[in-house]
């Protein structure tokens, strides 16, 4: 990529674990919107799976991505194996800071060090670019976010929004897990989300009071155990105390379990 940033063309990544959908098809449109090379990453990443999650059990279809990479107009797609990635064992690994503590933290402690590591070892291979992430693993964003900016990598992340089925379910490669009676209730997530930004939109100033609507609303589907719901500051993820003011944006956020599948999705709630 050297040479194509010397020509003085721009570098657009966008790292995946592959099974692409829709989602990441908008981020590689995004990405071949804005740069003139744009680079597809597909990875499993197994430093970012805890023992016993889905690390083999992951979708995998390489045949699939590469019709949608070349369909979205990717220039290349860089498919390591993880002796290329992680050629050693002990190898330096990048101290994730507070952002990354709660939430996904907190339940997964061992993910975002992994995310971080394959994250940043992304960047040094591919050198200066537009890094495309999608705003589905929102605290993956700010932790991705707050590494680029905390050790200086020559990176621009970019958030990207959200894609949804039509009953408002995000899309997810871990989707594929639902069983028909799961699939059926877990839009209940996005309902949840979108009652909360209600409330907050109409001037509820407690956060518990947002979080137990959520919780309350998705503990009526039989299928979905909770993981958390949860209010917090879109940048730092602290927990606000009260929220309010005009214009003031927090973040809503819930994780779920339905059968097999571990569902995450999230939203923006702005006070009156
Ligand atoms: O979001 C993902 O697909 C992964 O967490 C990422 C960013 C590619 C790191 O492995």
Redesign the pocket.
């Known amino acids: 990529m050297d040479g194509e940033r010397a020509a003085g063309r721009s570098v657009g990544l966008v790292?995946?674990?592959g099974f692409l959908h829709e989602g990441h098809a908008s981020l590689v449109d995004a990405a071949v919107a804005d740069n003139d090379v744009t680079v597809v990453?597909i990875?499993v990443?197994p430093l970012?799976f805890a023992p016993g999650e889905d690390l083999a059990d992951y979708p995998r279809d390489l045949a699939a991505d590469l019709e949608v990479c070349a369909l979205h107009g990717a220039d290349l797609v860089f498919h390591p194996t993880v002796d290329e990635m992680y050629p050693e064992a002990g190898m330096s690994a990048v101290e994730v800071g507070e952002v990354a503590r709660p939430l996904e933290g907190a339940s997964r402690p061992t993910h975002f060090p992994g995310?971080a590591a394959?994250?940043a070892r992304l960047f040094g291979i591919l050198g200066a670019c537009s890094a495309y992430?999608?705003e589905k693993?929102f605290q993956?964003l700010a932790v991705?976010r707050r590494m680029v900016a905390d050790l200086s990598m020559p990176v621009e992340v970019v958030g990207c929004p959200i894609v949804r089925e039509v009953d408002g379910l995000a899309l997810s490669s871990r989707n594929v897990y639902l069983t028909a009676a799961e699939r059926a209730e877990a839009p209940v997530l996005h309902r949840a989300l979108r009652a909360g930004a209600a409330v907050v939109s109409a001037g509820e100033r407690d956060p518990a009071a947002v979080v137990s609507l959520m919780a309350g609303l998705i503990g009526r589907a039989v299928t979905a155990e909770l993981d958390y719901a949860a209010v917090v500051r879109p940048d730092t993820f602290a927990t606000p105390s009260l929220l309010g003011g005009p214009g003031h944006e927090v973040r809503l956020l819930v994780a779920c379990r339905f059968g097999r599948a571990r569902l995450i999705d999230n939203m923006a709630a702005v006070s009156p």
């Open positions: 790292p995946t674990m990453s990875f990443n970012q995310v394959a994250a992430f999608g693993d993956q991705v």
